[in-house]
């Protein structure tokens, strides 16, 4: 599956619904309003039938006497499914705060990790570890986590790209819909309306469908966040 742009999605829109003769109909701003409403409904099946989907991986670097880190810009609802420390051992979460004491007051290389809430790090998430490692330079996290689906932004361009290619005959259509609601068009809006929950449901089957063949070595977690938004 290829990625699509937002100049293609644009493109294809207009060429489906003769729009070229009538640009007022759809506005840039309108399309890109759409096009994110429509990521988010698609991210949320992605996240309830296995956050795997969006499992991506980064390295980080450890430093002598840093003990925070901050985590990826496009981290999901800062949801970790794992950190390996050098590759050799799973770096596990503190559960009991009350051990964090102890826990930092231990000689080792053997980390634990407490997420800091965004207030105290200015609105970025971050893992802070246990101990504060003294011998930190060579080693590194490898940290595991389900990431955003990536938002279009009305001044980023027409070469911003929709990372969910599975998804593009929903996103298509869903704006279709959403052109024809505003216009007024309730005949048209109820057709593509019907036509948008078949892709929803065929977009369910086949991502259902991969769940057994991923090879899933992280057990995803099945933690819902929000509840869905049907159209």
Do not use: C, W
């Given at each position: 599956m290829r990625y699509w742009t937002l100049?293609?999605?644009?493109?294809k829109i207009e060429s489906d619904l003769d729009l070229?003769?009538?640009?007022?109909?759809?506005?840039?701003?309108?399309?890109?309003?759409?096009?994110?409403d429509a990521i988010d409904t698609v991210e949320q099946h992605f996240?309830?039938?296995?956050?795997?989907?969006?499992?991506?991986?980064?390295?980080?670097?450890?430093?002598?006497?840093?003990?925070?880190?901050?985590?990826p810009d496009d981290i999901y609802a800062t949801k970790i499914r794992q950190i390996l420390c050098d590759?050799?051992?799973?770096?596990?979460?503190?559960?009991?705060?009350?051990?964090i004491p102890v826990i930092a007051d231990s000689i080792g290389d053997?980390?634990?990790?407490?997420?800091i809430n965004s207030y105290e790090t200015g609105g970025r998430p971050r893992i802070r570890l246990f101990p504060t490692p003294l011998q930190g330079e060579g080693q590194f996290l490898e940290i595991y986590y389900t990431r955003n689906a990536n938002r279009i932004l009305p001044d980023g361009g027409d070469a911003q790209v929709v990372d969910i290619p599975e998804a593009m005959l929903y996103i298509i259509t869903f704006i279709k819909m959403r052109i024809y609601e505003k216009e007024k068009n309730y005949g048209m809006y109820q057709a593509?309306?019907?036509?948008?929950?078949?892709?929803e449901q065929n977009l369910i089957n086949a991502l259902a469908a991969r769940v057994d063949d991923e090879d899933n070595t992280i057990a995803p977690d099945t933690e819902i966040y929000t509840d869905m938004m049907y159209v």
């Open positions: 100049g293609e999605v644009r493109e070229l003769e009538e640009p007022d109909i759809l506005s840039p701003n309108e399309l890109v309003g759409y096009l994110n996240i309830r039938l296995g956050d795997y989907f969006l499992s991506v991986s980064t390295k980080i670097d450890l430093f002598d006497g840093q003990s925070d880190y901050d985590l590759n050799e051992y799973i770096v596990r979460m503190v559960k009991d705060i009350r051990k053997t980390y634990k990790y407490l997420l593509y309306k019907e036509e948008l929950a078949q892709h």
